[in-house]
């Protein structure tokens, strides 16, 4: 099936470690975006890739880190500079010009202990 | 600056009721796009509509309806016999204006349509 998966679904992190967020996509999408949520709050954008080898910071990338090797893939590392990491994470594709729609892979629940 | 305000953070109705969300959108731009996302339970974004700014032709798909306004920079959703089924959180969004694709949600509603 095409398709965003994100693994996995529940994480546990120990403070003052880092965690790496999968993001695979099949749809040939050139663009991908990770979003985090906050309970009752909208989307923020952490980082975001056009192509391949390159990628942007978004409004809250402080604490993240990004990789884009593969067009698939756009792999999410939470690191142990992320104040409060606990949240809900969203990745998403597209074709990356204005005004395309960006599919949601179905995000991955990170929890700080 | 681009914005998108939500300002129903919460509806509740009763199954069959008609119910419609607000999105209030801010933007300099003369072309751009208006989303609608619903977010059930299980999380995933489910992408439902999209808009162009030239585009202020209503919308009906089913039980579902966009009502757009330039005028008062609106879009509006309505779900018209809501069913339990209906029950999620809705995201309006805007796009940004630089060709990356990236979008601007608003907060969000969180609508609970009672059996």
């Known amino acids: 099936d095409g398709g965003i998966t994100q693994s996995p679904k529940y994480l546990f992190r120990k403070e003052g470690q880092n965690v790496t967020l999968s993001c695979e996509q099949n749809?040939?999408?050139?663009?991908m975006y990770w979003y985090r949520q906050d309970p009752g709050q909208g989307l923020r954008l952490i980082y975001y890739?056009?192509?391949?080898?390159?990628?942007q910071k978004g409004d809250i990338a402080e604490g993240y880190s990004v990789s884009r090797e593969k067009k698939e893939s756009f792999p999410l590392t939470v690191t142990s500079a992320q104040k409060n990491p606990t949240a809900f994470y969203l990745c998403?594709?597209?074709?990356?010009?204005?005004?395309?729609?960006?599919?949601f892979g179905e995000g991955s629940w990170l929890t700080v202990v | 600056a681009q914005k998108v305000t939500q300002a129903q953070t919460e509806i509740s109705v009763v199954e069959k009721e008609d119910v419609t969300l607000d999105c209030v959108y801010e933007?300099?731009?003369?072309?751009?796009?208006l989303f609608w996302y619903k977010q059930p339970p299980s999380g995933e974004l489910v992408f439902l509509i999209r808009?162009?700014?030239?585009?202020?032709q209503n919308e009906i798909s089913g039980r579902y309806s966009w009502n757009f306004q330039k005028s008062t920079s609106s879009f509006n959703f309505t779900i018209t016999a809501s069913q339990v089924v209906d029950s999620a959180v809705y995201f309006c969004?805007?796009?940004?204006?630089?060709?990356?694709?990236?979008?601007?949600f608003g907060q969000g509603t969180t609508l609970q349509v009672k059996p």
């Open positions: 749809l040939n999408h050139d663009a």
């Open positions: 998403a594709s597209g074709r990356g010009n204005s005004g395309n729609t960006i599919y």
């Open positions: 890739s056009q192509i391949v080898n390159d990628f």
């Open positions: 808009r162009n700014s030239f585009d202020e």
């Open positions: 969004a805007l796009s940004e204006p630089s060709n990356t694709g990236k979008l601007i």
């Open positions: 933007t300099r731009d003369t072309t751009y796009y």
